[in-house]
Protein backbone atom coordinates (compact mmCIF):
# COMPACT_ATOMS: atom_id res chain seq x y z
CA UNK A 1 0.00 0.00 0.00
CA UNK A 2 2.87 2.42 0.81
CA UNK A 3 4.76 1.64 -2.24
CA UNK A 4 0.98 2.43 -4.36
CA UNK A 5 0.86 5.63 -2.51
CA UNK A 6 4.03 6.33 -3.26
CA UNK A 7 4.20 5.73 -6.89
CA UNK A 8 0.61 7.88 -6.85
CA UNK A 9 2.57 10.29 -5.14
CA UNK A 10 5.65 11.13 -7.53
CA UNK A 11 3.15 10.82 -10.83
CA UNK A 12 1.03 13.30 -9.48
CA UNK A 13 4.34 15.57 -8.65
CA UNK A 14 5.32 15.16 -11.44
CA UNK A 15 2.89 16.10 -13.91
CA UNK A 16 2.42 19.03 -11.58
CA UNK A 17 6.71 19.60 -12.30
CA UNK A 18 5.86 18.95 -15.83
CA UNK A 19 2.47 21.91 -16.15
CA UNK A 20 3.97 24.14 -13.40
CA UNK A 21 4.10 26.85 -16.22
CA UNK A 22 0.39 27.19 -15.92
CA UNK A 23 0.12 27.23 -11.67
CA UNK A 24 3.78 29.27 -10.89
CA UNK A 25 5.20 31.41 -13.87
CA UNK A 26 8.83 30.56 -13.92
CA UNK A 27 11.47 33.33 -11.67
CA UNK A 28 13.17 34.12 -14.95
CA UNK A 29 9.73 35.22 -16.38
CA UNK A 30 8.13 36.50 -13.76
CA UNK A 31 10.95 38.78 -12.89
CA UNK A 32 11.09 39.82 -16.45
CA UNK A 33 7.16 40.94 -16.21
CA UNK A 34 5.97 39.93 -20.11
CA UNK A 35 2.53 40.01 -20.23
CA UNK A 36 1.89 36.40 -20.94
CA UNK A 37 4.68 35.55 -17.91
CA UNK A 38 7.34 34.63 -20.24
CA UNK A 39 10.46 35.77 -21.09
CA UNK A 40 11.04 39.53 -23.42
CA UNK A 41 12.61 38.26 -26.52
CA UNK A 42 15.54 39.42 -27.94
CA UNK A 43 14.60 40.51 -31.17
CA UNK A 44 11.04 40.96 -32.74
CA UNK A 45 9.36 40.98 -36.57
CA UNK A 46 7.23 44.13 -37.13
CA UNK A 47 5.02 44.66 -40.37
CA UNK A 48 5.81 48.62 -41.57
CA UNK A 49 2.88 48.73 -44.53
CA UNK A 50 1.61 45.46 -46.04
CA UNK A 51 0.21 44.95 -50.00
CA UNK A 52 -3.82 44.55 -49.99
CA UNK A 53 -5.23 40.98 -50.76
CA UNK A 54 -8.79 42.54 -50.90
CA UNK A 55 -9.09 45.89 -52.69
CA UNK A 56 -11.62 48.55 -50.58
CA UNK A 57 -12.71 50.30 -53.64
CA UNK A 58 -14.02 47.21 -55.25
CA UNK A 59 -12.85 43.94 -53.63
CA UNK A 60 -9.89 42.64 -55.95
CA UNK A 61 -7.16 41.08 -55.52
CA UNK A 62 -3.24 42.35 -55.77
CA UNK A 63 -1.52 40.64 -58.69
CA UNK A 64 2.12 42.80 -58.33
CA UNK A 65 3.71 40.01 -61.43
CA UNK A 66 4.50 41.94 -64.67
CA UNK A 67 3.07 43.45 -66.66
CA UNK A 68 0.54 44.81 -63.56
CA UNK A 69 2.13 47.86 -61.74
CA UNK A 70 4.14 46.28 -58.27
CA UNK A 71 4.09 48.68 -56.34
CA UNK A 72 0.38 50.45 -56.65
CA UNK A 73 -0.02 52.87 -53.49
CA UNK A 74 -3.54 52.47 -53.66
CA UNK A 75 -3.27 48.78 -52.59
CA UNK A 76 -1.16 49.24 -49.91
CA UNK A 77 -2.02 50.12 -46.20
CA UNK A 78 -0.45 52.24 -43.75
CA UNK A 79 -0.23 49.84 -40.69
CA UNK A 80 2.49 48.96 -37.71
CA UNK A 81 1.58 45.38 -36.57
CA UNK A 82 1.77 44.64 -34.11
CA UNK A 83 1.54 48.56 -32.71
CA UNK A 84 3.94 47.67 -29.94
CA UNK A 85 6.26 45.32 -30.41
CA UNK A 86 8.55 44.17 -27.05
CA UNK A 87 11.52 43.18 -26.58
CA UNK A 88 14.60 42.93 -23.88
CA UNK A 89 17.31 45.39 -23.57
CA UNK A 90 19.89 44.83 -25.77
CA UNK A 91 17.39 42.81 -28.62
CA UNK A 92 16.54 44.28 -31.87
CA UNK A 93 13.53 44.85 -34.05
CA UNK A 94 13.16 44.00 -37.98
CA UNK A 95 11.20 46.13 -39.70
CA UNK A 96 9.59 44.65 -42.55
CA UNK A 97 8.96 47.13 -44.74
CA UNK A 98 5.85 46.77 -47.29
CA UNK A 99 5.26 49.71 -49.63
CA UNK A 100 6.60 53.42 -49.42
CA UNK A 101 7.77 53.85 -46.16
CA UNK A 102 10.67 55.27 -43.45
CA UNK A 103 10.79 54.01 -40.37
CA UNK A 104 11.95 56.46 -37.87
CA UNK A 105 12.76 55.97 -34.10
CA UNK A 106 12.10 58.36 -31.46
CA UNK A 107 13.45 58.27 -27.81
CA UNK A 108 12.12 56.28 -24.79
CA UNK A 109 9.10 58.71 -23.78
CA UNK A 110 8.54 60.26 -26.46
CA UNK A 111 4.96 61.03 -27.95
CA UNK A 112 2.97 61.19 -31.26
CA UNK A 113 2.19 64.48 -30.61
CA UNK A 114 5.50 65.70 -29.43
CA UNK A 115 6.16 65.43 -33.36
CA UNK A 116 6.62 68.42 -35.56
CA UNK A 117 5.48 67.60 -38.52
CA UNK A 118 5.92 71.19 -40.14
CA UNK A 119 9.92 70.13 -40.21
CA UNK A 120 10.51 68.70 -43.40
CA UNK A 121 12.72 67.49 -46.08
CA UNK A 122 11.93 66.08 -49.82
CA UNK A 123 13.10 62.61 -51.18
CA UNK A 124 15.93 62.59 -53.25
CA UNK A 125 15.44 60.17 -55.54
CA UNK A 126 14.71 60.21 -59.57
CA UNK A 127 11.59 59.10 -58.70
CA UNK A 128 9.13 59.83 -57.55
CA UNK A 129 8.09 63.08 -59.15
CA UNK A 130 7.64 65.39 -57.73
CA UNK A 131 9.35 64.22 -54.73
CA UNK A 132 7.73 63.09 -51.58
CA UNK A 133 7.44 65.07 -48.34
CA UNK A 134 9.34 63.88 -45.39
CA UNK A 135 9.59 64.43 -41.88
CA UNK A 136 12.36 65.78 -40.56
CA UNK A 137 12.04 66.35 -36.88
CA UNK A 138 15.66 65.68 -35.13
CA UNK A 139 14.59 66.22 -31.60
CA UNK A 140 14.88 63.14 -29.68
CA UNK A 141 15.40 61.49 -33.28
CA UNK A 142 17.87 58.04 -32.43
CA UNK A 143 17.33 56.27 -35.79
CA UNK A 144 16.06 57.66 -39.23
CA UNK A 145 15.74 54.71 -41.67
CA UNK A 146 16.73 55.34 -45.86
CA UNK A 147 15.09 57.39 -48.08
CA UNK A 148 12.73 54.98 -49.25
CA UNK A 149 13.41 56.72 -53.59
CA UNK A 150 16.82 55.90 -53.42
CA UNK A 151 15.43 51.84 -53.63
CA UNK A 152 16.39 51.27 -57.80
CA UNK A 153 14.84 48.04 -59.32
CA UNK A 154 18.35 48.10 -61.07
CA UNK A 155 16.63 44.67 -63.52
CA UNK A 156 14.29 46.86 -64.86
CA UNK A 157 13.73 47.94 -68.40
CA UNK A 158 11.94 51.19 -67.47
CA UNK A 159 13.58 54.16 -67.61
CA UNK A 160 13.87 56.10 -65.08
CA UNK A 161 13.91 52.43 -63.46
CA UNK A 162 11.23 51.97 -61.04
CA UNK A 163 12.23 51.66 -57.01
CA UNK A 164 11.65 48.59 -55.21
CA UNK A 165 9.23 48.69 -52.07
CA UNK A 166 10.38 46.21 -49.80
CA UNK A 167 12.70 46.01 -47.60
CA UNK A 168 13.91 45.27 -44.25
CA UNK A 169 15.88 47.46 -41.37
CA UNK A 170 16.95 45.99 -38.27
CA UNK A 171 17.51 48.18 -35.52
CA UNK A 172 18.85 47.51 -32.23
CA UNK A 173 17.98 48.73 -28.58
CA UNK A 174 20.38 49.25 -25.71
CA UNK A 175 18.58 50.76 -23.12
CA UNK A 176 14.73 49.95 -21.47
CA UNK A 177 11.81 52.01 -22.52
CA UNK A 178 9.26 52.78 -24.38
CA UNK A 179 9.94 54.45 -27.90
CA UNK A 180 8.20 56.09 -30.43
CA UNK A 181 8.10 54.56 -34.01
CA UNK A 182 6.50 56.70 -37.00
CA UNK A 183 6.46 56.78 -40.92
CA UNK A 184 8.52 59.74 -41.76
CA UNK A 185 6.45 59.67 -45.17
CA UNK A 186 4.73 62.95 -43.60
CA UNK A 187 1.18 61.89 -45.16
CA UNK A 188 1.58 58.40 -44.22
CA UNK A 189 2.37 59.99 -40.26
CA UNK A 190 -0.58 61.91 -40.31
CA UNK A 191 -3.35 59.88 -41.76
CA UNK A 192 -6.32 60.47 -44.65
CA UNK A 193 -9.79 60.00 -44.22
CA UNK A 194 -10.65 61.12 -47.67
CA UNK A 195 -9.14 59.66 -51.29
CA UNK A 196 -9.53 55.95 -52.70
CA UNK A 197 -7.52 54.36 -49.89
CA UNK A 198 -7.99 56.23 -46.42
CA UNK A 199 -5.33 55.49 -43.92
CA UNK A 200 -4.96 55.75 -40.27
CA UNK A 201 -2.07 57.30 -38.96
CA UNK A 202 1.40 55.30 -38.84
CA UNK A 203 3.08 55.31 -35.95
CA UNK A 204 3.80 52.28 -33.30
CA UNK A 205 6.16 51.62 -29.94
CA UNK A 206 9.07 49.41 -29.47
CA UNK A 207 8.94 48.29 -25.12
CA UNK A 208 12.14 47.22 -24.34
CA UNK A 209 12.38 45.77 -20.52
Known amino acids: MKRLITR ?16 V ?13 QPF ?10 WQTKSPIDGSPYDRFPP ?23 GAVNFVISGFHQPIVYAAGTQPEDINANLTTMTTGPTPQPPVVLINDATNR ?13 RSSVTPPPF ?20 GVQGHFLGST ?12 VTVK
Request: glycine share 10%.
Open 164 to 183: LQDRVEVVRFLDPGTYLVIC
Open 194 to 205: TGPNPQPPMFGF
Open 25 to 37: PPLAAAGQGSPNG
Open 68 to 90: NNPTDRNRDDHVVLPNEAMIKAG
Open 41 to 50: AENATVSFGA
Open 8 to 23: TTLAVALVLCLDGRSI
Open 142 to 154: IYRGQDPSLQPNT
